[in-house]
């Protein structure tokens, strides 16, 4: 008991004090391995079986892909594609913002990476059409957050591997979960512009104008055709699909729009590697760290005092929402699902709820956390493209964030949205 309270304080203690995630773990596991007279080796042992993966290496090339594409011109297309179908209505540049965040999304895999792809063009175009600074990048914050649900997703690979569920199963129930985030998302845009009368063109949509975008932008559109299309007809794996991507995004950038070189590929390299290494590190200290609090018995323990409370499978997934939300203020996503999933996991098992719509529920709250201060981590890529404030933006994204929210609930008392599409293709 007293190695499992140790584990616990020191992990909390380190991040209070701000010990990066990966080094926290890793301390206190540290510490508890030695209060309970566990070989230190232990702590290596299990951090080499977490990353000898075959899964997981989508997750580096799916970020390299993100990369690529940001700089390779394909979010420049979308943003031109998405903006002759919407800069007629109410909230026009604001409604292209978010579609275009829509379709990135479905490409990067990255939450951060869409932000900055569509907010470094949107946020400064939006503040040059006459839209506050502050909801200008609310928009994009809140929009890039789809990165993290839509697929392919790199939360939902990690989730599919510490859950020892299919990755291709998370990626079908991310994709109608996302369509909810981004019909709750546009009515906040709509609601918002209406009455800081945000208004478009007012004329009615080219449709010439429309199909050549459309056109200009067919090889982005193509990206999630071609991954999830390959995945799920059988022609590679989701792993084989990441490899897939980079190739597509660097022919595409390279050979057809032709705005890749070799600074930018080397940028893109660069800035991988370093997220790469970021989420390898802290995979490896977690998985020492889920060992011992099957060890301790945790998750046991807390499935207990859970089931005290109710055993309504709704509840508690409402108290685990509440719970993440919560976290989301200071900690980053991956963190939180590394963390909770090894906890709860054992917990919604008992419950009899599907570890799917768990996954999807799990990831979602952790995404709203992303648009929370202070470790909002879209909320200082948008700070950064538009020079304001945390302050500031913190308080125009809230209406998106109780939109979120909405949706989240919406999510969790109707499981089929996350669970039908998996359904159909098994």
């Excluded at 990066?20 to 951090?47: E, H, K, M, R």
């Excluded at 079908?172 to 945000?198: C, D, E, M, N, W």
């Excluded at 090889?219 to 794996?237: H, K, N, R």
């Amino acid at each position: 008991m007293t190695a499992s309270i140790a584990l616990g304080s020191v992990l909390l203690i380190c991040l209070v004090i701000g010990i990066p995630i990966a080094i926290a773990i890793g301390i206190a596991v540290l510490v508890s391995l030695l209060i309970a007279d566990i070989p230190i080796a232990f702590l290596t042992q299990s951090a080499f079986t977490a990353l000898d993966s075959f899964p997981l290496i989508a997750i580096p090339f799916f970020i390299l892909a993100g990369a690529l594409m940001e700089t390779g011109g394909l979010s420049t297309r979308l943003i031109a594609f998405a903006n002759s179908l919407m800069k007629t209505f109410t909230g026009g540049l604001a409604l292209v913002a978010m579609l275009s965040c829509l379709f990135f999304a479905a490409i990067s895999g990255s939450s951060p990476a869409t932000v900055a792809a569509i907010g470094s063009i949107m946020i400064p175009a939006m503040i040059k059409k006459g839209y506050d600074p502050g909801f200008s990048a609310a928009v994009s914050a809140s929009g890039g957050g789809l990165g993290i649900l839509i697929p392919p997703s790199i939360p939902l690979i990690i989730f599919a591997i510490l859950a020892n569920v299919s990755i291709s199963d998370m990626f079908l129930a991310g994709i109608g979960p996302g369509l909810v985030a981004v019909i709750f998302l546009i009515t906040a845009v709509v609601i918002i512009s209406r009455r800081k009368g945000y208004k478009g063109t007012g004329g009615k949509i080219d449709w010439k104008e429309v199909r050549t975008t459309l056109w200009d932008a067919k090889w982005a559109l193509l990206t999630p055709v071609i991954i999830l299309g390959g995945v799920y007809s059988g022609i590679f794996t989701p792993t084989e699909s990441a490899v897939i991507a980079v190739l597509y995004a660097f022919i595409v950038g390279l050979f057809i729009h032709k705005e890749l070189n070799l600074e930018k590929i080397k940028t893109a390299f660069i800035s991988s590697s370093i997220m790469t290494g970021a989420i390898l590190i802290i995979l490896s200290t977690a998985a020492a760290f889920s060992k011992l609090i099957s060890i301790y018995q945790i998750p046991s323990t807390i499935g207990n005092f859970i089931m005290g409370i109710s055993t309504n499978p709704w509840i508690i997934l409402l108290l685990i929402g509440l719970l993440v939300l919560i976290i989301g203020t200071f900690m980053e996503t991956l963190s939180i699902i590394i963390i909770l999933t090894p906890l709860f996991l054992p917990v919604i098992l008992q419950l009899g709820i599907d570890p799917i719509h768990f996954g999807i529920v799990l990831v979602l709250a952790a995404e709203i956390g992303l648009l929370t201060p202070p470790v909002g981590l879209n909320l200082f890529v948008a700070s950064g493209i538009s020079k304001l404030s945390i302050e500031r933006i913190s308080i125009a994204i809230i209406p998106f964030i109780l939109a979120m929210v909405l949706a989240l609930l919406v999510i969790i008392f109707v499981p089929q949205i996350s669970t039908f599409l998996p359904m159909i293709f098994n």
